[in-house]
């Protein structure tokens, strides 16, 4: 009996649980074994065939449940072959996309070299063949990506979903098949494309074909409920036997004293009384093991519980040790997927890091070069220059200076959000008056404030980027000389509302929502310098930090334009100067 | 021994071209000309140095300017090398780089650098940190 309960107690997996309701089913059969032979002295007719019956449903249940235990396992196997084959496609599609890619590379190298050489005659068939070859690579990514993110998709209906968001990945997969196979038919003609085809087919048979994952799954699925259906009922069941044990035993003590007061056949009263004990024994085990079973699901429980504030806390090293064909199971199986994207996550951040470093140094010193050089050469008085040499050069530096601006546009929009900052407390008018100190330096617009002589607990830098972001935009793209630019300030509750408007051309309502994008600008990079990089910024960095960005304007009406940033603030617990969270960044 | 024609001297320790070139444009615009010798990276630097204090007995540059990335042997890795040899541990060196990695400047002041410019933001601000630490360095009597 007791080593039944240690393995009850000890049972944190599936198969434990299993080998433990086979034990407890085990102990049953004997109970019903001996309340059969002592059925006779009892005289509780109705709890000895009642008991009887249990343990017989109990054990009809427990087969039912080995059975769609045993179907599961099968259909997993079906399901991991179909994925495999998966795999193996995205992966010849791959080696395959990138010989082509290779390829168009270095026919592209080799047009350069023919272009720069002397052997160049006319520009037209080598432009027509440089514009092919860059749709081709940018159709050689899209087709990559398209890959990735259908494998990805399939992937994931591995998670059981609602019906509905099954339903509905199954609409997004025929959506990115199609687009696929739209996006082959552009490639050039030839071997290759027909390979990629067959593959791209192969994939759609195995994602949405009749022996495909999707039926498959919505096929594991169907099994799945019936496991969990088989079990309840187990359960319930095993809890019966229990109940009706305890009743059981009691009606054989009440028995025991009655008959040892009536002084029957001594063999009668002695197998009644071993009879009795075992039923005692018995059925006290049954009724303790029931509850045992119940901790065990709370211990499962407890240890994802605790593998998910871990995780989710950010140690990305806890490990996940529960598994199981149950939800439980279900949970962990998503946990694990969780932490994967989260590892993937930190590593490419980790190299996003190591990239900004490198193609900081290693972009920024020909561009230094390129420029000082073109410096000298205009200083050294010896260099008789022509006017229009001079001109070239001048040209020729703010090309320079505009490369330098979009590099470092470009890493500080890579690196935007990257800062583990916490949050501080500062006077916000202080840092307005730094940031329109340095964005109008020769005083020619006017400036008003409304609100902002406040003090707020936020995150500083992306806070002082935003600002300083919109201030320069609304003093470089206004059209007149002078103007008023207002900016106000509001708390409230946890949000810090800040408004910044100006009375300069405004933006039409047909490219607010362009502004927004990477590298786009409204007024040719000659007349306004600018790497179209500066709203994005603001953007991503407003989103990242919990916050939004809306631009209000509308120049057919009126003049001027308004972006509202709404970002969170913080306040400082005074007693303890740590910084209670209100909102989670 | 010591030769007075070519002391005081710089030593310019980069490895790119342009960047020496604007620093001996610099130097040549000072109301003083400082002979400049060049090194390509740590270890032809390191070379350098010891070949001329131990074998030709010369005095050693004045001030040594530093770039921290360069091929073969880095900055930080020359400046220890540096540190370590009796003979050169005294130089004084200002570190003139493109990284602004925080690791670096501390890297850099743990070993004795007497200052750290970025390349791309203090061409000009250098130029007058080196003209004032040259001159410093002339002017006042280092320990021995």
Not at chain 1, 239 to 249: N, P, T
Request: proline share 3%.
């Amino acid at each position: 009996m007791f080593l039944l309960q240690d393995t009850l107690a000890n049972a944190t997996t599936i198969e434990g649980l299993e080998r433990a309701f086979e034990a407890i089913l085990r102990q049953g059969v004997v109970l019903q074994e001996t309340v059969h032979s002592v059925e006779q002295y009892l005289e509780s007719p109705d709890l000895t065939k009642q008991i009887i019956a249990s343990i017989e449903a109990a054990e009809a249940s427990n087969r039912r449940v080995q059975e769609s235990r045993a179907s599961l396992v099968k259909m997993q196997s079906e399901v991991d072959k179909i994925l495999a084959e998966i795999g193996q496609i995205q992966r010849d599609g791959t080696r395959l996309l990138q010989r082509m890619s290779f390829e168009a590379m270095s026919r592209t190298d080799g047009l350069l070299s023919e272009a720069r050489s002397e052997q160049a005659t006319s520009n037209g068939p080598i432009d027509q063949l440089f514009s092919d070859l860059y749709l081709s690579s940018l159709n050689y990514s899209k087709l990559l990506l398209g890959f990735e993110v259908i494998v990805d998709l399939a992937r994931t209906q591995q998670l059981r979903g609602t019906a509905s968001a099954s339903a509905g990945i199954r609409l997004t997969l025929e959506e990115k098949l199609n687009d696929l196979t739209w996006q082959l038919i552009q490639l050039p003609d030839g071997p290759d494309r027909t390979k990629l085809a067959s593959l791209a087919n192969d994939l759609r048979q195995l994602v949405l074909g009749n022996g495909g994952l999707f039926v498959q799954l919505a096929i594991q699925n169907s099994l799945r409920s019936d496991l969990t259906d088989a079990r309840r009922t187990r359960e319930a069941l095993v809890g019966e036997i229990s109940q009706l044990a305890k009743e059981l035993v009691n009606k054989a003590q009440q028995q025991v004293g009655v008959s040892s007061e009536e002084l029957n056949a001594a063999t009668r009263t002695l197998v009644w009384m071993l009879a009795a004990a075992l039923i005692l024994s018995l059925g006290t085990v049954l009724f303790a093991n029931v509850g045992i079973i119940e901790n065990q699901i709370n211990r499962r429980m407890k240890a994802l519980n605790g593998s998910v504030s871990a995780i989710a806390g950010g140690d990305l090293d806890y490990p996940i040790s529960v598994s199981g064909e149950d939800e439980l199971g279900d949970m962990a199986g998503a946990l694990k997927i969780f932490k994967k994207n989260a590892l993937e996550l930190r590593r490419s951040n980790v190299e996003l890091e190591k990239f900004a470093y490198v193609a900081a140094h290693d972009l920024r010193s020909p561009l230094r070069a390129i420029h000082d050089l073109s410096v000298w050469t205009l200083e050294d008085e010896d260099n008789q220059l022509s006017a229009e040499s001079e001109a070239y050069l001048t040209l020729l530096q703010n090309r320079v200076d505009r490369l330098n601006r979009l590099l470092n546009d470009l890493l500080d929009y890579a690196r935007a959000g990257q800062t583990e900052a916490k949050p501080q407390e500062i006077n916000l008018s202080n840092l307005i008056n730094q940031l329109v100190a340095g964005a109008d330096p020769d005083g020619k617009f006017r400036f008003s404030f409304e609100g902002t002589n406040i003090r707020v607990t936020t995150f500083v830098t992306p806070l002082t980027q935003i600002i300083g972001n919109l201030l320069s935009n609304a003093v470089k793209h206004h059209d007149k000389s002078t103007g008023v630019i207002t900016i106000g300030a509001k708390l409230e509750n946890d949000r810090l509302r800040l408004t910044i408007t100006d009375d300069g051309p405004g933006i039409h309502l047909d490219y607010q929502s362009k502004v927004f994008e990477l590298f786009q600008t409204l007024r040719p990079r000659d007349e306004v310098e600018g790497s179209g990089l500066g709203l994005a910024i603001v953007s991503k960095l407003a989103e990242y930090f919990g916050g939004s960005v809306t631009l209000t304007s509308d120049p057919s009406k009126e003049r001027g334009a308004r972006f509202d940033v709404d970002l969170p603030v913080f306040q400082i617990d005074k007693s303890t100067h740590e910084i209670a969270n209100q909102a989670a960044a | 021994m010591k030769t007075p024609a070519d002391h005081p001297r710089i030593l310019i320790v980069d490895d790119d071209q342009v960047s020496v070139m604007a620093m001996q444009r610099m130097i040549r615009k000072w109301d003083r000309a400082f002979p400049v010798d060049v090194a390509h990276d740590g270890q032809e630097a390191l070379k350098m140095l010891k070949d001329e204090v131990r074998d030709l007995g010369r005095l050693p540059p004045v001030v040594v300017t530093l770039d921290l990335n360069m091929p073969r042997m880095s900055g930080i890795e020359f400046l220890k090398a540096v540190r370590e040899d009796p003979d050169l541990s005294r130089l004084v060196v200002f570190v003139f780089t493109t990284s602004d990695a925080e690791k670096d400047v501390q890297a850099a002041f743990k070993l004795n650098a007497a200052g750290y410019v970025v390349k791309e933001s203090g061409t000009e601000l250098f130029a007058n940190a080196l003209r004032m630490l040259t001159n410093f360095t002339l002017a006042t009597r280092l320990p021995a």
